[in-house]
Structure formats: C-alpha cells, structure tokens
C-alpha cells in the first residue's frame, strides 16, 4: 500500500484495515439508523441509506451546510464552511447531504405507490449491500467484501489537458494560458495531491449504484443553482445517459399485464418508441405545433380517453423532450410548459422530462444578414435566459427530470443524472443495483475532475455559453443554406431555438403523383434519391409515435451537429435536388 502522507490542513488522519477517512477534530460523523425521518424544517445533511443499505466501511463526511445565497458563490461558500468532502471507496452519500438549507423551506412531494410497478415495488435491497453495514464493529476483519485491492490496478495516473474560459481553444497547439493540465493518481487521496478529494483507487473499484459522492455533490448543486425544485425532498442520482434511464424509468411506471401505455409527440425520439416496444407498453402520440407538444391536445385525449377502443388503460405516463425536440428541434415555451403540467396535474400523469438538449437553448434567429441579439454577457444572465424547465414548476414531484453530458460535454462519457422526488430516487436505485450498477467510474472521475476541480460551477456555466454560440452559428448557417438551396414553395420549416435538429416539412399535396402515391411511398422516392445524390437526411415516419397509423405529413430530420458549414451546404443543395426531381412532372 502507498505510505499515508499526513496533510497539513485542520485535519487528523486515521486508517483502518482497508480505508482511509479524514475527520474533522470538531465533528463526529453521524452514523445513519435504519428508519428514516425527513423534514421540512429540519434539513439532515448525512445519508439516509434507506433500509440500511449501500453502507459502506466509512461513511462520507461533509460538514454542515451553511445558508449562503443560491449563487456561484454562494455554493463556493458553503463548501469552504463545510470542510472538505471525505468520501472513501464505495461509500454511500445522497444528494441531502449537499443540498442548501433553503431546499427544505418547502413542502414535500407526494408518493407515486399507485403508478410505481409491481416489479419496482418488489425490489428489495441488495443483501451484500446490506450485510456491509456490520463493517462499523471497531475491530472488525472483513472478509465479506469482494472489492479487489487497489495495489492490483494497473493504471497509475491519467493525465488530459483542458481548455479554459472564456476562449475554450481546443484546436491545433492550444497555449499554455488558455488549457490546464489535470492529473489525477492512484493515491490522491491518501497522499493529499491532486486535489485530495477523489483519485484513481476510489474510481477503478466498485462504487454505490447512486453514484459516486464526489460527482453527485455537483450534480445536486448545479440542480438547485439552475434548476430549484419547489418541494423539499427531491434528489438526484447518477446515470449511464438518459437512454438507460429513461428504460429503467419505463419498467418503475409501466406494466404490460396492467395494460399501461405512454403519451408522448406524435413524432418523438425514436430510441424511446424502441426502448418501449420490447416492454409491451403501448404509445400514443399528443399533437404539435411550433413549440412542440399542444396542452389542449394532451387534455383531450386525456379527457376523452376509451379503453375498449384504445386497448390500453388511461395513460398514467408522459414522456417528452421540451427544449430541442427529437426530432422536430420544436422548444416548448414556458406558458407551454406550465399548462403542460397543470393537464398532468388534471389527469394524475406522471412526467419523464428527457432534456439533453436543455442547455444547448441558442440565440434568437434573426434571419439571413441582419444582426445579431447580444449574447447573454454573465452566467447569470444566461441563467435567465434559460425557459424554465418542468422540473422548476414541479410542486407535486411528479416529474423525473433526465439530464446528460452527452449532448454538452461527451457522449462517450455515458454518464448522466436524473432529479425526483426522494421515494422514485429510492425505487430507481433499488433496480440500478441489479441492472447497471451505476456509471463507469473512470468516465466519473474524468468529469469530476473537468466540471468540479477545473472548471467548477462558473467555469461550466460558461462552457455553457460558449456552446451556445457555437450551436447558434452552426445552426445560423445550415438556414442559410436552405434559404439559398431548397425550393421555398415546396420545403418549409421554423427555425429551432434549441438543440441540434432542423426539422423539414415537405408539401406532399403539391407532388404530381399525391393522388396515387401515399407519403410513405413518396418520403421513400425522396430518401433513396438523396442517398443516390450523396446525403443522409433521416425519414420522418422512423420517428412516428403510433407507428400503426399514416404519418400526418411527409417530413425529412437534419442535424447541423457536426458538419462543417461547407458540407452542409453542399448536403441541403444535394437533398433540394432530390425533392425537385421528385416533383417533377412524369
């Protein structure tokens, strides 16, 4: 083992038989029971670990959370009063432990029994989980445990090298004042380098299904700086992206042999329609205009609902991709949002809020050469801007909000965190202990180290703006291209305020074959053309909700993600070739 480097900050350092714990002199750990109290004026800051579980050999320590303001700074604060966060391997922590004072000045949320599964219901904890929490004997020789020594990791250090605010310059040799080098080594921890707060031989071991206490205190504090649940006992928990969230969430609230089916847009994220279908669960899709899905259509069906004829029981579920929207690029207003929520409130519907595309919220398009709207100058600014989500609205805690670094950091990372209230955070944790497990934990501490010690709150906030800009110009430039290539009589479509996505209505009506072609048939003449011509541009219908049902148009997806403006020109020249020759008299 390495030799303990005893640190020269206000802390004693102890070791047991397999980990190491820095305490602060003035503070004794408090040690969770097995039954558990929340309240709402009476904020606890230690885990929970319901059902005593995930308990670890050491617990993870972090002092008191003091009342600062809700800011960048004001979280800098509190971490300086709370001392510094002491999280060994595999240790439990939750997202009460992080979560300002001010979280708790609300009411609670209400419990979702009546939609939870029979299968979510019955999970039980995890029995090695549970037999962990006999590690707390002093004395005590574990023979139980079946996480490898650390000394048998064959990785060393990682090093990788960051670009830094406000230039974010990553291409070709980036100067030494615009990046930071990040080192992270085995033994950070113990010996007190690199930060001393996470290091290789906690991230290469097994870890809690919740995820890892260093990353997921950034997850909750960005959450209540940007998003503030208005209800006290919400929580968040690390996931492997939004796909396998969004899977597990299905089988938490829907159920074949009940006869449980989905509401979502009637053109939606086709991996989600996929990801249902296996599962026996029926989808439906709720109309759209511009700003995505329509409240009055989501009522009436809701108002409406026959299951005899819909073979299916009143949906229960909504799914939906406010900001972006996957396929569309539609993003739903805030009025939009709240008469949303008050429909599902109407109806008792529980919500998935799926927002990758959240912080990817672009400039307002101003059309082609006139000049642009300043950018948001601070983040605060940039906060404002920001529509407000679901999530923000939520006094019920009837919304599990799906966030990810896929779409804004790397998608490679697979790593991303869900929000909800503290009962369907349990349920999700109780079935991630038995599917995923929880993220990779190279992929956590690579992020902790980006987003935490390099970056910090500010620094990604402003990584965030820098985005922005960067998805604004590229989506700036594939309408330029449309404006100039596609034949305006025929292509229409609404510039996105968000996400990656241009979404193009084609007006079958006008094609001289409507009357004995149907738009399938025509969507598939257009398709094979474009491939022909040398462009992908993805079939609408892939992205029908109701699949059974003709698609209501005849529509073509493009992404201005990674092209280079120059190729997506040539692509929106190639496709409008496509859609003319088509329409061409025969």
């Known amino acids: ?77 509190r971490r300086v009063k709370a001392g510094k966060l002491v999280a060994p391997t595999a240790s439990y922590s939750d997202s009460d432990m992080f979560k300002s004072p ?5 009411p609670k949320a209400k419990r979702w029994d009546h939609h939870l599964t029979q299968e979510s219901i019955s999970r039980e904890p995890c029995a090695l989980k549970q037999a962990a929490k006999h590690l707390k004997k002093p004395g005590l020789i574990s023979l139980g445990g079946g996480l490898p020594s650390a000394e048998n990791f064959p990785i060393n250090s990682i090093s990788m090298r960051v670009p830094m605010p406000p230039s974010f310059a990553m291409d070709g040799p980036v100067p030494s004042a615009q990046a930071q080098d990040v080192k992270m080594g085995k033994y950070d921890v113990a010996r007190d380098e690199n930060g001393g707060v996470y290091d290789l031989s906690i991230a290469m071991n097994y870890g809690q299904s919740i995820g890892s206490a260093q990353l997921l205190r950034w997850v909750t504090e960005h959450t209540e700086l940007v998003q503030r649940p208005p209800y006290a006992d919400w929580r968040c928990s690390l996931t492997i992206g939004s796909t396998g969230a969004l899977e597990q969430a299905l089988r938490m609230f829907c159920d074949r042999t009940r006869g449980d089916s989905v509401l979502t847009e009637e053109y939606s994220f086709s991996t989600a329609l996929e990801t249902a279908a296996p599962l026996g669960v029926k989808v439906f899709g709720v109309k759209m205009d511009e700003q995505g899905l329509l409240a009055e259509s989501l ?72 000049p642009d709207v300043p950018p948001p100058a601070t983040v605060e600014e940039f906060m404002k801007s920001l529509v407000p989500s679901l999530l923000s609205m939520d006094t019920d805690g009837r919304v599990m909000r799906m966030d990810s670094f896929s779409k804004v950091v790397v998608p490679g990372s697979r790593v991303g965190w869900i929000t909800a209230s503290e009962q369907i955070i349990e349920r999700y944790i ?51 291209a449309c404006e100039k290539y596609l034949p305006r009589d025929i ?12 979404w193009l209505k084609v007006d079958h009506t006008q094609h001289p074959e409507a009357g004995t072609k149907s738009i399938l048939e025509i969507e598939e003449d257009i398709f094979s053309s474009c491939i022909d011509k040398g462009v992908l541009a993805i079939r609408g219908s892939w992205f029908c909700a109701e699949q059974d049902k003709p698609p209501s148009g005849l529509f073509f997806r493009t992404t201005f993600a990674s092209a280079s403006e120059a190729d997506m020109a040539r692509a929106i020249e190639r496709f409008g070739e496509a859609v003319r020759e088509s329409f061409t008299a025969r």
């Open 430 to 480: 109780r079935h991630a202990e038995v599917c995923s497990q929880g993220p990779s934990g190279l992929s956590q501490i690579l992020l902790y180290k980006l987003v935490d010690e390099t970056w910090g709150h500010e620094g990604y906030l402003k990584w965030l703006m820098h985005m922005r800009l960067e998805y604004t110009r590229r989506r700036n430039a594939i309408l330029a």
């Open 1 to 77: 083992m390495a030799k303990l480097k005893l640190s020269s900050t206000p802390y004693r350092s102890y070791r047991t038989l397999s980990s190491l714990s820095l305490i602060h002199p003035t503070r004794r750990p408090i040690m969770p029971s097995a039954t558990r109290s929340l309240s709402t004026t009476s904020p606890r800051h230690q885990p929970s670990n319901v059902g005593n579980v995930g308990l670890a050999e050491k617990d993870t320590v972090i002092g008191k959370q003091a009342r600062e303001p809700l800011t960048v700074n004001g979280i800098k604060a």
């Open 299 to 370: 009522d009436e069906i809701l108002s409406t609902w026959d299951e005899k004829s819909r073979g299916a029981r009143k949906p229960t579920v909504l799914y939906t991709v406010p900001s972006g929207q996957n396929p569309t690029g539609a993003t739903q207003g805030e009025q939009r949002r709240r008469d949303i929520y008050e429909v599902c409130q109407k109806h008792d519907v529980f919500i998935l809020e799926d927002e990758p595309y959240y912080f990817l919220q672009m400039q307002p398009y101003t059309g082609p050469n006139a």
């Open 491 to 502: 292509v229409s479509w609404v510039p996105p305020a968000a996400g990656m996505f241009l």
């Open 102 to 106: 001010q979280a708790y000045d609300k």
